[in-house]
Antibody, heavy 121, light 110 residues
Framework: EVQLVQSGAEVKKPGESLRISCTGS????????IAWVRQMPGAGLEWVGV????????RSSPSFPGHVTISADKSISTAYLQWNSLKASDTAIYYC??????????????WGRGTLVTVSS | QSVLTQPPSVSGTPGQRVTVSCSGS????????VSWYQQLPGTAPKLLIY???QRPSGVPDRFSGSKSGTSASLAISGLQSEEEADYYC???????????FGGGTKLTVL
């Protein structure tokens, strides 16, 4: 079965660091982009950034300049989203997704279940 | 405020046909294809339409997509109660070199 399995919910304090993960299975992990999408409480979807596990090329959304780091370890088919210093405004569900980019077609064809990150003092 | 504009809500009765609109600009919808996603309450989104009007396998043909200029639409015919959900449009935006989403439309089945 083709799927993206995300790490479990996290509760952190402001200023703490965090890394959440996403493991792909059932397909060749290095041949698709992995994108992270944020959904704040009661809000819509926002693009965080993408990584191509094949060569670790990364692109971040202009809305998240330098605040998060996206990485991947292709040897274990896993992508990561990392914060060095969390803020309360980082509280959200973070979805790991598989992003298709073929010529004129660009879309998300597979979603993980999401990781709830709660940042509170 | 989202780059793509969707109505906050739409409603319909079972069996009815409803449409959800998505308005953008020349840098996103006007230049690139549109995809649509369904998010049932408490779950992750799911792909409904890609490439403006293509359905992935498993998506009923009651769901259809279209695009004209800088706007797109999702139509659902034969509305069913279990389709009460949030619907999002998305497209690549050449000006920010990343995808952008609509703000989402809540579909209520009366």
């Amino acid at each position: 079965e083709v799927q993206l399995v995300q790490s479990g919910a996290e509760v952190k304090k402001p200023g703490e660091s965090l890394r959440i993960s996403c493991t792909g299975s059932g397909y060749i992990f290095t041949t698709y982009w992995i994108a992270w999408v944020r959904q704040m409480p009661g809000a819509g979807l926002e693009w965080v950034g993408v990584i191509y596990p094949g060569d670790s090329e990364t692109r971040s959304s202009p809305s998240f300049p330098g605040h998060v780091t996206i990485s991947a370890d292709k040897s274990i088919s896993t992508a990561y989203l990392q914060w060095n210093s969390l803020k309360a405004s980082d509280t959200a569900i973070y979805y790991c997704t598989r992003f298709v980019a073929e010529k004129d077609l660009k879309y998300v064809d597979l979603w993980g279940r999401g990781t709830l990150v709660t940042v509170s003092s | 405020q989202s780059v793509l504009t969707q109505p906050p809500s739409v409603s319909g009765t079972p069996g009815q046909r409803v449409t959800v609109s998505c308005s953008g600009s020349t840098s996103n919808i006007g230049s690139n294809t549109v995809s649509w996603y369904q998010q049932l309450p408490g779950t992750a989104p799911k792909l409904l339409i890609y490439g403006n009007n293509q359905r992935p396998s498993g998506v009923p043909d009651r769901f259809s997509g279209s695009k004209s200029g800088t706007s797109a639409s999702l139509a659902i015919s034969g509305l069913q109660s279990e389709e009460e959900a949030d619907y999002y449009c998305a497209a690549w935006d050449d000006s920010v070199n990343s995808p952008v989403f609509g703000g989402g439309t809540k579909l209520t089945v009366l």
